[in-house]
């Protein structure tokens, strides 16, 4: 696997496990956005792998979800453990 598959699919497990989260919540898009200072359709972009955020809306989606980044990024990196591996050098 290159590593811009490897990339794409690491997106792709973002996107999951930010909706994932806010199902678990229990909310809509809109309080989850409310909550991370966001507009609804940044969220939307975000859940749906067609906006890459920067590390402040990733940051502001952790924290509007109730979890720190590297809580975030952990449960990122714990759904590519099952459909991915990490290209070696």
Same mark, same amino acid.
């Given at each position: 696997m290159?590593?811009d598959?490897?990339i794409?699919?690491?997106?792709a497990n973002?996107?999951?496990?930010v909706k994932?989260?806010?199902?678990?919540?229990g909310?809509t898009i809109?309080r989850?956005?409310a909550?991370?200072?966001?507009s609804?359709?940044?969220?939307?972009?975000?859940e749906?792998?067609?906006?890459?955020?920067?590390l402040?809306?990733?940051c502001?989606?952790?924290?509007?979800?109730?979890m720190?980044p590297?809580? @975030? @990024?952990?449960e990122i990196? /714990?759904?590519s453990?099952?459909t991915q /591996?990490i290209?070696k050098?």
């Amino acid at each position: 696997m290159t590593s811009d598959s490897w990339i794409k699919a690491l997106i792709a497990n973002a996107s999951q496990s930010v909706k994932e989260r806010r199902e678990t919540l229990g909310w809509t898009i809109y309080r989850a956005a409310a909550e991370a200072g966001l507009s609804w359709l940044a969220v939307k972009q975000v859940e749906r792998g067609e906006r890459r955020p920067s590390l402040e809306t990733f940051c502001r989606l952790a924290a509007g979800l109730q979890m720190k980044p590297s809580e @975030l @990024l952990a449960e990122i990196e /714990k759904q590519s453990e099952h459909t991915q /591996k990490i290209p070696k050098k």
